[in-house]
T-cell receptor
Framework: KAGVTQTPRYLIKTRGQQVTLSCSPISGHRSVSWYQQTPGQGLQFLFEYFSETQRNKGNFPGRFSGRQFSNSRSEMNVSTLELGDSALYLCASSLKLSDNEQFFGPGTRLTVL | DAKTTQPNSMENNEEEPVHLPCNHS???????IHWYRQLPSQGPEYVIHGLTSNVNNRMASLAIAEDRKSSTLILHRATLRDAAVYYCILRETSGSRLTFGEGTQLTVNP
């Protein structure tokens, strides 16, 4: 069974631009969560989607948004990029909400210049 | 969110058992204790979880104190591939949100 896939794997943008990252969960998984990982802040929860609805949200500004499609694939968008948005963005999927085991993808490395 | 406290780093020899401690004195009655690990250049990987009783799976064992204020992840025979950052996480029963701390960097010596 294929794991969680994230595209693109690497991305370079400049300040002020916007970016869209994509996550395809494991087949059959309906819950998708997003995390940001930086050397200074570690792994921080962004948001969680289940059945195309945002179920939980972390403490990030409104520039960070996401959505989930009917096939459970998810995208996250960051608008008006700042230097501090440079990070590894990780997606995790699980069969259902509140599932005990989440499966993480390899992440998208975003660099903002 | 309830917090966890872990040592910043630990070092072990290959083929010896590893005991990774975690303190979570503010744990609530409904918080699950989860362990994930992150190998270099990879996303985190689920290791094990528990609520009150000790747990075993193919990867590790989880020993939970009777008062649930601490737990220990046990790797029975460390291999070089076990070198990673190990995160002890308390997860609320509602939602999948994981609140990661700084974790323990495990070094395995050959």
């Amino acid at each position: 069974k294929a794991g969680v896939t994230q595209t693109p794997r690497y991305l370079i943008k400049t300040r002020g631009q916007q970016v869209t990252l994509s996550c395809s969960p494991i087949s059959g998984h309906r819950s998708v969560s997003w995390y940001q990982q930086t050397p200074g802040q570690g792994l921080q929860f962004l948001f969680e989607y289940f059945s195309e609805t945002q179920r939980n949200k972390g403490n990030f500004p409104g520039r960070f948004s996401g959505r989930q499609f009917s096939n459970s694939r998810s995208e996250m968008n960051v608008s008006t990029l700042e230097l501090g948005d440079s990070a590894l963005y990780l997606c995790a999927s699980s069969l259902k909400l509140s599932d005990n085991e989440q499966f993480f993808g390899p992440g998208t490395r975003l660099t903002v210049l | 969110d309830a917090k966890t406290t872990q040592p910043n780093s630990m070092e072990n020899n290959e083929e010896e058992p590893v005991h990774l401690p975690c303190n979570h004195s503010t744990i609530s009655g409904t918080d699950y204790i989860h362990w994930y690990r992150q190998l270099p250049s990879q996303g985190p990987e689920y290791v094990i979880h528990g609520l009150t009783s000790n747990v075993n799976n193919r990867m590790a064992s989880l020993a939970i104190a009777e008062d649930r204020k601490s737990s220990t992840l046990i790797l029975h025979r460390a291999t070089l591939r076990d070198a990673a950052v190990y995160y002890c996480i308390l997860r609320e029963t509602s939602g999948s949100r994981l609140t990661f701390g700084e974790g323990t960097q495990l070094t395995v010596n050959p």
